[in-house]
């Protein structure tokens, strides 16, 4: 099986490669957070999601975005215009939805000249793309798919390879029992031009579930690469608050305060606190706590292992654990919220 290769820069024959970030989708995992703001353009570590997929891809020199829109796309066309990237974006507007497969499809003028990436933009990566090109390119594939070592705890579908790194099946979550054979995709795929003559026009269409099992049945060549750098999927509630611990983590002992706190706030890292924010006295937060800019916490609260959004304001005498309170949200004086998804008008159980 091919591993990740330690070169830098994911270029092909002297050219950057471009990118399809797959942007459309409806985010009903993450209700009721993503009634009004589309997933990619929710706050991860007080940034819009797709911030972070989009630092990525210019860390490893793509240099032309295509963005697919759907659900609340003012949202992501937003959340992308607040910062001035390196790259050319073009959006990609779906009045109706058209899926994995359908919505590179409908962008297709901008990808037929060569090698070029597909990834999710409710993920975050750290994966050097330029192992998995190379792969790509080596062994002649229509289709590679950057796959990760999986563990019985891994809530996704399986990709079974050949020992050469070729995609034999691919496995829906529906399948899953005791067996850990197989590979976890990561939502990175590595396309040459061909493969959109087997996605058809102006409908939905899946790649993983419709493309590849043709792809696979007709013998072309659908490759596996296997990269053990960081990749998480912030798909619902419980991977959300996951990823900003994986990534606190990373951190370890940082401490992050955009805003001043008083002395008498026990403050424990890792801890990222936004900017204009007020805390109370003998507040705690943390460990393991993101506060979005200009929130307002009151005094004696107790903030741990959870994420606030911009605006939100938290009551005298509050506790907030393993919890989400979404933006412009007032949670009252003496509220214990454990587990939870608040918003303005619903809050929700985190199964």
Same mark, same amino acid.
């Given at each position: 099986?091919? &591993?990740?290769?330690?070169v ?13 970030? %797959? ?5 009903? *995992? ?13 706050p ?9 997929c ?18 609340r796309?003012?949202? $992501?066309?937003?959340? =992308?215009r607040?910062? %001035?990237?390196? $790259?050319?974006?073009?959006?990609s507007h ?13 962008a297709?003028?901008?990808? @037929?000249d ?5 990834v999710?933009?409710d ?6 793309? @330029? ?5 790509h ?6 289709? @590679?798919m950057?796959? *990760? ?17 070729? !995609?034999?099946?691919? &496995? ?6 005791? /067996? @850990? ?10 396309f040459?031009?061909? $493969?959109?003559h ?8 899946e790649i ?7 792809l696979?049945? /007709?013998?072309r !060549?659908?490759?596996g690469? $296997?990269?053990d ?15 900003? &611990?994986?990534?606190? *983590? ?21 801890? %990222? ?5 007020h ?41 907030v ?15 214990? %919220?454990?587990?939870? =998804?608040?918003? *303005? ?7």
């Open positions: 099986m091919q &591993r990740r290769h330690p830098v820069l994911a270029t092909v024959e002297g050219a950057h490669v471009k990118a399809m970030v %797959l942007a459309a989708g409806l985010g009903t *995992r993450l209700l009721p957070l993503t009634k009004d703001t589309a997933k990619p353009a929710v991860f570590a007080n940034r819009p999601l797709i911030h972070h989009l630092e990525w891809l210019c860390k490893n020199d793509v240099d032309h975005v295509v963005i697919n829109l759907h659900h796309p003012e949202s $992501v066309i937003a959340a =992308v607040e910062h %001035l990237w390196p $790259v050319e974006i073009d959006f779906e009045p109706q939805i058209l899926g994995t497969a359908g919505g590179v499809k409908k297709e003028k901008h990808f @037929t060569g090698t070029f990436i597909m999710n933009s993920s975050l990566y750290e994966v050097d793309l @330029t192992g998995p090109v190379a792969h390119k080596e062994k002649g594939a229509v289709a @590679t950057v796959l *990760r070592e999986a563990s019985a705890k891994d809530p996704y579908g399986r990709v079974i390879v050949d020992e050469g790194g070729r !995609v034999k099946e691919i &496995r829906g979550r529906e399948t899953l029992g005791e /067996e @850990t054979e197989g590979y976890i995709f990561t939502g990175i795929h590595v040459e031009p061909e $493969v959109f087997y996605i058809p026009p102006g409908r939905f269409y993983n579930q419709m493309v590849y099992p043709r696979i049945r /007709e013998g !060549v659908v490759q690469f $296997v990269s750098d960081f990749w998480a999927e912030v798909g619902n509630h419980k991977a959300y608050l996951q990823a900003h &611990r994986d990534v606190l *983590r990373r951190r370890r002992n940082s401490l992050v305060r955009e805003s001043p706190v008083p002395s008498e706030t026990k403050v424990s890292s890792p801890v %990222l606190i936004g900017r204009e924010c805390v109370g006295r003998g507040a705690r937060i943390g460990p393991m706590a993101v506060v979005g800019h200009r929130c307002t916490i009151g005094r004696g609260t107790v903030i741990e292992d959870s994420v606030l959004w911009d605006d939100a304001t938290v009551g005298a005498g509050s506790r654990s393993g919890s989400i309170v979404g933006h412009q949200t007032s949670i009252a004086p003496g509220t214990h %919220l454990e587990r939870m =998804v608040a918003c *303005r008008e619903d809050r929700r159980s985190i199964e």
